[in-house]
Structure formats: C-alpha cells, structure tokens
C-alpha cells in the first residue's frame, strides 16, 4: 500500500449476512446485528490506517422497513447505541461522520442522535463515514430528477445546461467523490439499490463471508486486491 494511488479514495460496503451468522449460531437476528457493529469499528480503523478518505455503509435500505417491526427497532436501537458510544471515538480519530437517504422516515429519537454525533464531528477531517440510512438508490435518482424538472419548470435552469455534474449534485451524495472500490459481503453478486450512479466505475471485490466475520485482515485484502487492478475508465 506504499503507492497513494493505489489506495481506494472512497470504499463502499454492502454488509451483508448478519442474519445468516446469527442463525447458524443459533442466536437472535439482532445478535447478528451487534456483532456487525463490531466489524463497523474495525473497518473504521483500517480506513485510517490506510488513508482512504471516505467509508460509505449501507446500514439500512428503504426496503429493510418492510422487516419485522421488532428487527427494525433492534436495528435503531444498535444504531441509537453505536452513535452514543462511539461518538467519543470518533473524535478522538478524527472522524467526520455524514448520512445519506430518506432520513425523515427515521423515528424522531434515532434522527436527534444521528444529527447530534454529525454536528460534534462536523470539523473532523481525515476520515468521512457515511451511513446510508433509509437510503435506497433508485428513490435518491427519482428526487433528483423531480428538483431539477421543478427548477426547470420554474425557468431556474434551461433543460438544455443539465448535465452528469449538476445531475450528481442532486443527489445526496453531493461532494463526496464517487467510490472507487465497492465491497460486498456473503457471496452475493447484487448491487441491491446501492449507490446506483455512483457505482458506475467502482471495482467490485465481493467475499463468500458473513458480514460479522469481516475484519480489518479482509479490508487490507480488499484494498489489495483493488491496487491490482487497472482501471480504464472505459478507456483503452
Ligand atoms: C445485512 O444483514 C445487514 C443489515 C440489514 C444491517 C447492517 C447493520 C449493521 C452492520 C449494524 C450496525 C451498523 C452500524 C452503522 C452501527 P442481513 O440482516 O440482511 O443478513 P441476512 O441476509 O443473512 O439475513
């Protein structure tokens, strides 16, 4: 990893498998849950260590509301306590903490810890972690399209001037770089709703492993792994 340019500017993960851990342990789904938050922490740590400058996290997609009531509430109860608690450690390494998705749709107790851990990070630098939270690609597409059709119709922009730049600052992701390097867990070859513009040019590395079982070794693996390929932009 001694080649800066080699190293991912922005990783973007796809945890998956907490549930899949958790059953062929014979635990609750919401174990699964907690021991990924771990595997969070450590992938946080290996994020610096490297020099990546952006972790994005799909923590909870639009579609995850239609699971069992008590799986959500264990779900932001995790996330209520991973923001409480790591809040600390976040500061102490210097660790910007930003979200994206439908954020309004997040019970209004979740919603105040979330915002209070991103205003006492918000001068953080070296690192940015983003939550995906509610978040589901094709609804974050749909609205940008509907704020630039309104400015249109309002005569604020000519349809003509509407490019990928002013299309991309649409989205919530505006300002932070695309991921260069996608991580998936569990085996599955899916992008699920995930950062569907913004993936265009990501290298994929996917691992057969659970989600849980991830640990630093596997995001050092991954980076690795993305430094051998080479990346064309669709050029030759
Ligand atoms: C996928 O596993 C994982 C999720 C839906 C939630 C991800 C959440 C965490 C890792 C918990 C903590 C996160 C933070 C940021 C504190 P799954 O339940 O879909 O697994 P399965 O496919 O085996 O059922």
Partial sequence: MSDSSSIPRHIAIIMDGNGRWAKERGLPRRAG????AESVRECVEACKELGVEYLTLYAFSSENW?????????????LERFLEEKADELMKQDVKLQAI????????RTRAKLNAAIE???QNGS???????????????VEAARSLATDAAAGK???????????ASRLYTAGIPDPDLLIRTSGELRVSNFLLWQISYAEI??????WPDFHQADLFEAAKEYARRHRRFGAL
């Fill in 33 to 36: 849950h907690r021991a990924g």
């Fill in 66 to 78: 239609n699971r069992p009531a008590a799986e959500v509430t264990a779900l932001m109860a995790l």
């Fill in 101 to 108: 998705g439908h954020l309004d749709r997040l019970p209004d």
């Fill in 120 to 122: 006492r990070t918000a």
């Fill in 127 to 141: 690192l940015t972690l983003v939550l995906a939270l509610s978040y589901g690609s094709r609804e974050e597409l």
């Fill in 157 to 167: 922009i000519d349809p003509a001037d509407i490019d990928g730049d002013l299309f």
């Fill in 205 to 210: 590395v996917i691992f057969k492993k659970f």
